[in-house]
């Protein structure tokens, strides 16, 4: 299973340069999919749409990053659409600006994501551009330094929610899995042309690549792949990450304290973690209605407290996962909330009408990604990556509706027996450390 919604991390960093997006207009979400004699995956859903989005993705998110140049993920996608071998970044923002075409870079600790988007009548233009973005890039020193400001600046703007959670993460792995989304500031300066150029080669290569054409067929994804100048093998390390459970903290103020507890979940692409998406929905993401009450089982469970918001997730790696809950409260209310998540999630107790309810939750999401093409590719290259096929998201709804309140039950029963981490941001004056909990 491996739709974003079960198998991409929760927090996701994104960055854009583009100038028009189009509306999408799904009607048919069959997926095609074959692998290529140079173990590039490619994918296809023609739906008739009027705009043709395609996702080149690699495996080169932050997992890979060698231990003395961490960050150097996050700045391989920040410097996407920068000057490349053919082309400059001039040319490349005014080319694709002519012929009304987006162009997007993403990333989270898995993989990396090179997104065009553009009108049929325009693709074969903008795909020539494309293909320079993706695979002559040329990291040119005084570019990135001009660069540097944006990247402090996207750091200094971090969310705390996404950096309690990004905490959680090195707490729970330490590296690899562990390895932080965003490179710390006083790294910036440190990693150079040559960094980026070695990483680079190292990580987008044919064998570790997945192209996806959403709104067009699977002849154009394989001419796509196909012309694009790779090496045909990359030399990144892929151990395995081990969960250890553990917990780190920032200080930084603020009335209110932000929480990320987990314990481990399931890797990509097993029944286990459809079971613990389910179980995700199940426990509650807030408020269903508008200016309405929470009276999801994780909310009835911190009770009467205060103001907070909390919310379940689930997210699943090729070798891992992790299930929590994400929490802010007010800085006063920080002991008791945390210390009734930490309790929820030892012993959670789901009904099968939250069971159901979080079944459907899970199959709305899903199939309202055909409604957003560019969350679908996306979300299908990550399925080729983790599992070497596509499904639609109608059919991975189909597998949803397989999951039994024993399935549910029995996941859960052997999530919780694993040590529990914790991720926390804001004012910590009152948090609970989490061998406390």
């Known amino acids: ?22 509306a999408p207009a799904v009607r048919d979400v069959r997926v095609n999919s074959n692998v290529l004699s140079n173990k590039t995956f490619v994918a296809a859903v023609d739906n008739g749409s009027p705009v043709t989005r395609v996702t080149i993705a690699f495996k080169a998110g932050s997992r890979y990053e060698p231990q003395s140049e961490l960050g150097v993920a996050h700045l391989l996608r920040s410097s996407a659409g920068l000057s490349t071998r053919n082309a400059s970044a001039f040319m490349i923002s005014r080319k694709l600006a002519q012929v009304g075409a987006s162009f ?22 903008a795909l020539e551009y494309f ?15 001009d660069n540097i ?32 989304l965003f490179v710390s500031p006083k790294k910036i300066n440190s990693i150079g042309s040559e960094s980026l150029q070695h990483f680079a080669s190292s990580t987008l290569s044919a064998s570790r690549c997945a192209v996806v054409v959403v709104g067009n067929n699977q002849d154009k994804a394989s001419i796509v792949a196909q012309a694009l100048q790779l090496p045909s093998s990359g030399q ?15 200080e930084m103020g603020g009335e209110l304290a932000h929480v990320a507890l987990a314990v481990q979940g399931a890797p990509a692409g097993s029944k286990q973690s459809i079971a613990l998406a389910v179980a995700a929905k199940a426990i509650g993401s807030g408020p269903v209605t508008k200016w309405g009450s929470d009276n999801s089982p994780i909310a009835k469970a911190i009770g009467n407290v205060g103001p907070f918001a909390a919310a379940g997730f689930n997210v699943s790696y090729s070798d891992n996962g992790l299930f929590g809950v994400v929490l802010s409260v007010p800085k006063d209310e920080a002991n008791k909330a945390v210390k009734s998540v930490g309790q929820f999630l030892k012993n959670p107790s789901l009904s099968s009408e939250a069971i159901k309810a ?39 709804a189909a597998e949803i509706d397989q999951v039994s309140d024993s399935d549910v039950s029995q996941v859960l029963s052997n999530a919780t027996r694993t040590k529990m981490s914790m991720g926390a941001a804001g004012n910590l004056a009152f948090v609970p450390y989490v061998d406390e909990l």
Do not use: C
């Open 1 to 22: 299973m491996s739709s974003k919604a079960l198998a991409v991390p929760l927090i996701r960093h994104v960055t854009k340069r583009g100038y028009a997006q189009a």
């Open 104 to 125: 997007s870079a993403s990333g989270d600790r898995e993989f990396i994501y090179y997104t065009l988007e553009a009108t049929q009548d325009n693709l074969d233009v």
């Open 131 to 145: 293909n320079n973005i993706v695979s002559n890039q040329e990291f040119r020193p005084w570019e990135l330094s």
């Open 149 to 180: 400001p944006r990247i402090k600046y996207e750091i200094a703007t971090l969310a705390p929610q996404v950096r309690a959670v990004d905490l959680l993460h090195r707490g729970a792995y330490r590296r690899g899995l562990g390895n932080s």
């Open 236 to 250: 990144a390390p892929s151990e395995k990450s081990t969960y250890y459970g553990g917990e780190l903290r920032k």
């Open 358 to 396: 979080g079944k459907n939750q899970l199959k709305l999401q899903l199939l309202s990604e055909a409604d957003q093409g560019s969350i679908l590719v996306e979300s299908l290259a990550a399925q080729g990556l983790y599992t070497g096929t596509a499904k639609s998201p109608v059919e991975m």
